[in-house]
């Protein structure tokens, strides 16, 4: 309807009938405004809603991925076992090659397999007079370690008694027990098999080695009545006797007879 429609039907009528359809016609606008701004306020509400628990599912499947892919990196990542070695010290008593055994176990135990880690894990691991030779090298030339195999040839060429290995050989072929009680004596035989890496001595041969220079007595007796095929096998045996005979040694000398005392003469006070 047009202004002047409005105009027209409104001047047919008195003032206070204008006045309440004007009033009327205002009430009415101001409802029909009301029910669009209700209807926009329910829409946007059903719309944030909406957006709420798309962002609440985008949220769950990227934690959900995020975990996923955390766990499938904590199952790839290796475990790694810290294992502490022994300091070489650069001195005869030594044993260099025992001491690459010891480190290169713990490298694999660690894990670590970049060469420049691996030397400098060793090189932490030097002590007396092997570490400051190893620092006066790497001050004249940071690159004299390039590897692992470097190092340790240059270890060897510097600190490895010439001919040590035939020294350990000739030393075990003519071992005898001495002074040194059982497992003094196993453990120096140990150290010198340890010694020699190459051209290996044979298990039978260590196990009379070891059965025939133990001094002569009960131990040698029953070893002598055993069939042993490896030395660690013999070493065990050898202990066990040996401790068995010291605990019968213990127990026997423990021991007191009772003290007797002759019936017909005063009673001791």
Request: proline share 3%; net charge neutral; hydrophobic share 40%.
């Amino acid at each position: 309807m047009g202004i002047h429609a409005v105009s027209v039907m409104l001047e047919a009528l008195n003032r206070d009938a204008q006045h309440a359809t004007i009033a009327k016609f205002i009430q009415n606008e101001l409802d029909a405004e009301r029910e669009k701004v209700a209807l926009l306020h329910q829409q946007g509400s059903q719309q944030a809603e909406l957006l709420r628990e798309q962002g609440a599912q985008q949220f769950e499947l990227f934690r959900q991925q995020q975990d996923a892919a955390g766990g499938s990196m904590h199952s790839r990542r290796p475990e790694t076992l810290k294992i502490d070695i022994s300091k070489y010290r650069g001195v005869e008593e030594n044993s260099l090659l025992r001491w690459f055994v010891e480190l290169d176990d713990a490298i694999r135990a660690r894990r670590i397999d970049d060469g420049d880690m691996q030397v400098a894990f060793a090189q932490s691991n030097l002590a007396g007079r092997a570490k400051p030779w190893a620092l006066r090298l790497k001050l004249h030339d940071p690159y004299a370690f390039g590897s692992l195999e470097v190092f340790k040839s240059r270890l060897i060429q510097t600190f490895e008694p010439p001919r040590a290995e035939f020294r350990a050989r000739a030393e075990l072929l003519k071992l005898k027990q001495g002074k040194r009680d059982v497992h003094a004596y196993a453990q120096h035989i140990r150290h010198l098999t340890s010694c020699i890496s190459s051209n290996l001595v044979d298990e039978h041969t260590l196990v009379s080695v070891f059965m025939q220079c133990i001094e002569d007595g009960p131990v040698k007796t029953h070893l002598f009545r055993l069939e042993l095929d490896s030395l660690e096998q013999a070493i065990s045996t050898a202990e066990q006797e040996d401790f068995s005979l010291r605990q019968a040694r213990a127990s026997s000398t423990s021991y007191r007879q009772p003290r007797r005392y002759d019936s017909g003469g005063p009673e001791p006070m």
